[in-house]
């Protein structure tokens, strides 16, 4: 056995408590060895015993016969160790492919996982507020700027004219998470005199601005 065999990421990787890996009877099948000699290789590797248990398990399979057979299964570093030596220009192609079945599978795996809720504070939310209503008034400047630089042929109208046109979307959008991220907060809820959200509140919760201006 010695021909390389094309494969795709999900003939070669699977899940084992969570974690992509692999067999020695796919390496065999992929890279052309004998079974029995990578089993060897394993057997032989260099390499420390934690290292060994973190990254390689015994297994069992059933042969042809019907009979039990052992084999390995293995992890993408274990993987990396038992292939390293092996030479060629074919073998290094299919070394690269197979490590990118690892990570595919990786990345699959990390999209399935949901992903943490974040949560703020109000003090926190109250920031992010300001944040975007000074965002939103220096579009309203912008918007009143803009004619007198376009008349005057002045080099910064294209720039307030980009302003203008592209930014609204992404500050409408702001104002909607904020608003929905704030709907717990009433103004009359922070009653003392120090308090924002009753000057911010209003302006959060209006009707959003056309995207584009004429």
Not at 94 to 117: C, D, G, H, S, V
Not at 207 to 213: D, F, N, S, T
Request: charged share 25%; hydrophobic share 40%; glycine share 4%.
């Amino acid at each position: 056995m010695n021909t390389i065999t094309s494969f795709t990421p999900a003939e070669i990787i699977s899940l084992h408590q969570g974690q992509p890996v692999t067999t020695s009877l796919k390496v065999a099948e992929v890279f052309g060895k004998q079974h029995k000699d990578v089993l060897r290789k394993i057997a032989t590797l260099d390499c420390s015993k934690d290292f060994n248990e973190r990254n390689f398990a015994l297994v069992t399979y059933q042969d042809g016969k019907g009979e039990a057979r052992p084999a390995y299964e293995m992890t993408k570093d274990g993987f990396i160790f038992v292939v390293m030596g092996f030479t060629g220009a074919k073998a290094a192609a299919t070394k690269e492919a197979y490590i990118n079945a690892f990570n595919w599978m990786a990345e699959q795996l990390a999209a399935q996982r949901p992903q943490p809720a974040i949560s703020l504070t109000d003090d926190e939310l109250c920031t992010l507020t300001w944040c975007w209503r000074a965002a939103d008034r220096m579009m309203e400047a912008a918007r009143s700027i803009y004619p007198m630089l376009e008349i005057a042929e002045h080099r910064d109208a294209g720039r307030y004219y980009s302003i203008i046109h592209e930014y609204p979307y992404t500050l409408n959008q702001a104002r909607k998470i904020l608003a929905d991220r704030t709907r717990h907060i009433q103004p009359n809820t922070h009653g003392d005199s120090d308090s924002d959200w009753p000057r911010l509140i209003p302006h959060l919760r209006r009707e959003p601005l056309a995207v584009g201006w004429k």
